[in-house]
């Protein structure tokens, strides 16, 4: 039964009492740092499931509900203001907490809440949780200190790029200096100078604070940073020392693309493409070009408010078709990569002392390539040229190459030098190839070829369009060579990759690991 309100109560003064006594800070502080210790992204909706029992059991049974819910949001807001974290601020669905507080009202006792039920949605108590320290608030906080928000007419998508910089704890920077320490100095890549690559990667690693590719070995040539710890000359050597290059086309699909060459605008283009073609590779790029006149005719093109589905869905389309007729398989719609779980659960083992932990997930990205149990190449798009985010999905799109090249190491360990993984980076209308490789060393290397735009009006597609055409299809084959590499290698069961590593599984941070932290407890590997 509810309380009646005291002599000259008001509803004001109960909001007040409510505010002074119920929404302790604390409690709010522990949700958040929950939530963010597993990996799950902060909403104020998320926030309020997860306080689900200390909203019902905290209701006076007199507020309105819908004053109610605005002032346990107030609260929440203000916690996160005060933390310093960016968060999404739709407003929370609060029909399963209305129920609940419904049941209290009428004396009905509701079961326990099981967080393994969508019902509520909830981190269990029982569930891993970060200890909720000072140390820990700081480091969660700093990492979440940065949003990137796009708005259409339609929806409003939040980013947390801040989520995406996982800050090492000291405990990662012990292991990062303890791996390179294992390291065998005469397997390292020494450079004409005498410098040892590995060294200098190293000199870097130690002094990062965040996590980034060279913790896992790998050196990406077109970062700006390593022209603080490496010469000039020395640079051109790390860059094109046994660099892999690209087949030359089939002789077939070449003599088309040249008769193609000769047209001086769309019109004389397009009717070149009138005839269908019996060889695939010319069928391919017949329809692509068909496809891009069809999206210039229907004002597709140039971008106007398309998002990145629509741009993976129309406009990047043929990255997907050229392996119609391929042995390597495209699949996307944010597929896990394979070899990415792998990494992360190299470590895993059975439950003895400690129990066996979960089995994560790998990286997602938009596009991946593989044949049956192996992958040889993946794709990132984004929607618009944004410098945060090519550098986040870059940095993922290297750790992802690193992780299956160390897949295909395991498969085929005399074949590492050989190996040549692709990638394609998408932003806006930019077409970036990223090439993978070990030439060398315990290093993975990360070339970039240069970035090419895609066509601005349907008279440019014989310029702008065919170069890109024919940089897919090089890839392609590229992935398909290494597959046949990869297949043909005979393996030596006698050989003891651990005993005998030339290279290194990807870094997992700490941080890393408390993302990928599954939300419930309630399904068992």
Known sequence: MATPLAPGATETSNESELAEKWYTQIEIEYAILSLGGAGISLTINAISNQLTEDIVESYNGRTSLFKYKNIWCTHISRVLRSMNIKYNNSRPNWEKIAFLIHDKRLGIVPPPIDPS?????????TQHTPSVTKEYADSFTETTSTTSTTSTTSTTSTTNTGNKQIKLSETDKIKIAQMFEDLELDKCWRLSSGTIVEEKMKEFAVECNYEHPVHSLVLDTSEKIWKKYFTEEELFEIKNYDNKQ????????????????????AASLKKKLDEEQTCPAREWVRNTLLDYFTLFKWGYLPLTDQLEGDMMRRVWRFIDTVFDDSKIMCRGAEKSSRSSSASINTNRTLAGIERMER???????????YRQLFEYGCCECG?????????LDGSKMVKVLKDMIYSLYQKSP??????ALVGFLLFDTKFTIVLCDSPAGYVCRINHKRTLDLPEEADDICNALLPILIAVYKSRVMMEDTNKLVKQKP?????DLDQCKTIFPSFISEGCKRKRKRSSDSIEE
């Open 117 to 125: 039920m969508d019902f509520y949605n909830r981190i269990s108590e």
């Open 246 to 265: 690209f087949r030359d086309l089939p002789v077939l699909l070449q003599t088309y693309l040249d008769s193609l060459k000769e047209s001086n605008d």
């Open 359 to 369: 089995k994560s997930m790998g990286r997602k990205l938009d596009l991946i390539f």
């Open 383 to 391: 929607r618009r040229e944004d410098q945060t985010k090519e550098l």
């Open 414 to 419: 005399d074949s590492l030098r050989e190996l």
């Open 491 to 495: 393996v030596d069961i006698d050989v």
